[in-house]
């Protein structure tokens, strides 16, 4: 599948947003997708992830209670609502695919996906 992100852009800490990964191409239901960021000067890290039926999702332990993903298969797209964010939150948001048989949400790792997008920069100030 392919994958593009949307919804970035410059917001205020405190203030909320949505990011949004539109896929095409595969097929979008049979696909786990996963959301991961990079800070500048950082690693990628793990985000949160959501089973291809959406009803189970996963999130880095750090980001639980603020960040919550979800997904539309009817649009072919997944969602991650950001809340309360922090300057530290700023980073390129990138989403990731892969297919899986299990409608499992346990994928944290980078090399667990097989397509990627550009990624949106999201950058909070103080």
């Known amino acids: 599948v392919q994958l593009v992100e949307s919804g970035g852009g410059l917001v205020q800490a405190g203030d909320s947003l949505r990011l949004s990964c539109a896929a095409s191409g595969g097929t979008f239901s049979w696909h786990v997708i996963g959301w991961f960021r990079q800070a500048a000067g950082k690693e990628r890290e793990f985000v949160a992830a959501?089973?291809?039926?959406?009803?189970?999702?996963h999130y880095a332990d750090s980001l639980k209670g603020r960040f919550t993903i979800s997904r539309d298969n009817a649009k072919n797209t997944v969602y991650l609502q950001m809340n309360s964010l922090k300057p530290e939150d700023t980073a390129v948001y990138y989403c990731a695919a892969r297919s899986d048989r299990y409608d499992s949400s346990w994928y944290s790792a980078e090399y667990q996906y097989d397509s990627w997008g550009q990624g949106t920069q999201v950058t909070v100030s103080s």
């Open positions: 959501i089973s291809w039926s959406g009803e189970s999702s």
